[in-house]
């Protein structure tokens, strides 16, 4: 059972430490310096602990409930510590139907990249919860007042946004924040005619501008490589560029990148692996918001136009190859109405040098692209 003592600010603690490691974590791996947008940062997440210490005190102090919760809080952080330093955003809320797919569960969810830092998270909330005291009704006040005013302060703080979202705010702020918006209603006056006609032009297909390479001649073949959690920041060229330190290096990347053609800025609507693949493949906006994406949508709809159907039509075997399985996220259903005359993935991809429930690693996957495009050079239709 968990020790008493004489400390109103035990529990309070025991979940403000590990949001608190996990900013310091997240700053320091990714070579960041504190800045204005970290304290407001810090700000909510002592508002958040002492909201969650008031709403659970009369379950935890009474019972060793606290033994399994305060490390079950630090499991959750410690989640979203890992989604927000592979994604630089956090986790949102609708994401926890992922939880119910095995490939994600086998394949993230059970994976720990920084056991030390896991440990961490599970150890400072238990141990700041030993000193749990048993409140009085008196000693509630100054946490609530406490609370009221971190509360005030937060709110009242404006939000940066050319900060990235997770310095500022934390998982449960956020996605609280998030919630109680998309229950709202809004009604948004009518555009103006100018207006209209500038939103008209962004969903109008614009061909025009100069060629940036000559008109090529014949059908050569096109191999389109998407390269999934690889931040511009990666590449030394683009970091230097936007003045970032960068926090990993990929020289013969980037090496690549200057001897062709090398886009240093682009704008990603949204992350999330079958939001980029619809946008890539198919041209079209994604969804904005955590709605359903629309890969999802289509993947029981009709044979829909897009670059690898535009490439059929013109002759072209079409293939889309992936490690992972098909049916995370419908790709075995959408890749087919987009186009695609083979669609080939963790299923039909055996051994490998590492494989989880992602499939086989990188370097078996690459092997195994360049088999396949081998073998579709020695057909008689362009690939």
Known sequence: MLARAVCPAALPAAFFLAPALARVAMLVEKRMSPGIEDAHGF???????????????????????????????????????EFTRTMNALPPWQSIRYLGDATFLGGSAVVVSRPVLLALFLAAPLTAGFWIASWKPARLLPLVSGGAALGVAAFAWPVNPAALAWRQTNVVAGNAADIVSSTRTVDLPPLGREEQVTLDRLFTADLGGAD?????????????????????????????????????????????GRKNIYLHTFITHQRGTNRGLYSSLCGDYPKLSAETAKMTEKAGGPDLDCLPAVLRRSGYETVYLQAAPLGFMLKDSFMPRAGFSQT??????????????????????????RQKVRELRAGTSPG
Do not use: C
């Open 43 to 81: 700000l909510l997440d002592a508002f958040v602990a002492v909201v969650l210490a008031l709403l659970t005190r009369p379950l935890l102090a009474r019972t060793r409930w606290a033994s399994v919760a305060l490390p079950a809080w630090g499991a959750l952080v410690y989640a979203s510590y």
């Open 212 to 256: 940036v390479v000559p008109a090529l001649r014949g059908k050569p073949n096109v191999l389109l490589i998407l390269l999934e959690g690889i931040a511009g920041t990666d590449l030394p060229t683009v970091a230097e560029r936007h003045g970032h330190p960068g926090w990993s290096s990929m020289p013969e990347l980037d090496a690549i």
């Open 344 to 369: 080939l993935g963790g299923e039909q991809l055996s051994g490998g040098y590492a494989r989880s429930n992602w499939g086989v690693d990188d370097r078996a996957f690459f092997e195994r692209t």
